[in-house]
């Protein structure tokens, strides 16, 4: 048997702010549950929740943290702002913060680098995800509502346009993308890391598909180490510095992801081998992206 610990790492962010490196994930925590999840998760030692507004569950995650009695401070909350919000970041975030019955966001992101206008849902011709930015920036210098900026899904191309733009001169904090053994971006990584830029991970054990935490060299390291396949992949993403994001609503797994183990040195390697062995596998591809053409 490992040795399983209560995960304790926190990384401060390029603006200094704190972040705790395992947070519970809540995208498509349906209502009914999500609620007890977020409260489970911070009773049981998580100090990190990563929503949205487009997950339609907000108002519940707000019911968890409160019914929780864990203090606001020490939770680090992060929310996100909708493709077809771009044009309205400051209204947008007022509503995730209603709903979420907090006075500010300890992280705001750019969810998608894609401005859709909502009545058409086409991407707008005088508008791109580099102005929205900027509005995020003046909200970030101008109020107490957000404590870090950052961005989600961008590509290397989009992150070095951005921090090209002479009117941006906040760094974003992180990057939240899918990263897992089948998907490392090792381009993105090294980047990131250059500019002092972290890794969100998310969808770290395959989403709901499972193509990830059901992959039989996934579960023999587990078994041997004795410990379960989410164990595994959640402890390769801390220990290769990535924030990391493992959703659940069932409070056994939202108990036994925040344990997690120092990988021995031949069993990090051999997951950082899995990409070469099994190619990637990109679980995330919505309609409205190409990550090739950016
Ligand atoms: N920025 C973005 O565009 C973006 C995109 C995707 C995700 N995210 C964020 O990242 C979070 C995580 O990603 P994700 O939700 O796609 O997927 P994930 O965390 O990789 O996987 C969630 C799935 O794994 C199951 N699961 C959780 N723990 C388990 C365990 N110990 N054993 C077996 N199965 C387990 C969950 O089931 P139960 O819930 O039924 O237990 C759920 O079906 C999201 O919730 C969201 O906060 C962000």
Same mark, same amino acid.
């Given at each position: 048997?490992?040795?399983?610990?209560?995960?304790?790492?926190v990384?401060?962010l390029?603006?200094g702010?704190?972040?705790?490196?395992?947070g519970?994930g809540t995208?498509?925590?349906?209502?009914?549950k999500?609620?007890?999840?977020v409260r489970i998760?911070?009773?049981?030692g998580?100090r990190?929740?990563?929503?949205a507004?487009i997950?339609g569950?907000e108002?519940?995650?707000?019911n968890?943290?409160?019914e929780?009695?864990?203090?606001?401070d020490?939770?680090f909350?992060?929310?996100?702002l909708?493709?077809?919000?771009?044009?309205e970041?400051e209204?947008a975030?007022?509503?995730?913060l209603q709903?979420?019955?907090?006075?500010?966001?300890?992280?705001?992101?750019i969810h998608w680098p894609?401005?859709?206008?909502?009545k058409t849902?086409k991407?707008y011709p005088?508008?791109?995800? %580099?102005?929205?930015y900027?509005e =995020?920036?003046?909200?970030? +210098? /101008?109020?107490k509502? *957000?404590r @870090?900026i950052?961005?989600?899904?961008f590509?290397?191309?989009q992150?070095?346009?951005?921090l090209?733009d002479?009117?941006?001169?906040?760094?974003p904090?992180v990057?939240q993308?899918e990263a897992?053994?089948? %998907?490392?971006q090792?381009?993105l =990584?090294e980047l990131?890391? +250059? /500019?002092?830029?972290r *890794?969100e @991970?998310y969808s770290?054990?395959?989403?709901?598909e499972?193509?990830i935490?059901d992959l039989?060299d996934?579960?023999?390291?587990?078994?041997?180490?004795g410990?379960?396949?989410?164990?595994?992949?959640i402890s390769?993403?801390i220990?290769?510095?990535?924030?990391?994001l493992? +959703?659940?609503?069932t409070?056994?797994?939202i108990?036994?992801?925040l344990?997690?183990v120092?990988l021995p040195?031949?069993v990090f390697d051999?997951?950082?081998?899995l990409?070469k062995?099994?190619?990637?596998n990109r679980?995330?591809v919505?309609?409205?992206f190409d990550?090739?053409a950016?």
């Open positions: 048997m490992s040795n399983l610990t209560k995960s304790t790492t990384y401060t390029n603006n702010v704190k972040i705790p490196a395992l519970l995208w498509q925590s349906e209502k009914g999500v609620g007890d999840a998760a911070l009773q049981a998580y990190h929740i990563d929503g507004a997950y569950n108002e519940e995650v707000g968890g943290i409160v929780s009695k864990v203090p606001r020490e939770i909350l992060t929310t996100k909708w493709n077809t919000k771009h044009k970041v209204k975030l007022d509503e995730s709903r979420l019955k907090v006075d500010y966001v300890d992280l705001y992101l894609v401005a859709q206008d909502p849902e991407e005088d508008w791109d995800y %580099l102005d929205t900027k =995020l920036q003046k909200i970030y +210098k /101008n109020t509502k *957000i @870090a950052g961005v989600s899904n590509t290397p191309k992150i070095e346009r951005l090209a002479k009117d941006v001169d906040v760094v904090v990057n993308v897992h053994p089948l %998907l490392q090792p381009e =990584l990131l890391k +250059k /500019n002092n830029i *890794i @991970a770290p054990l395959g989403s709901t499972g193509s935490r039989e996934v579960k023999k390291i587990a078994n041997d180490l410990i379960t396949p989410a164990q595994v992949l390769w993403n220990q290769r510095g990535d924030v990391v493992p +959703k659940s609503v409070p056994e797994r108990q036994s992801n344990l997690t120092e040195k031949e051999q997951l950082n081998d990409e062995k099994h190619g990637t679980t995330n919505p309609p409205f990550f090739d950016n």
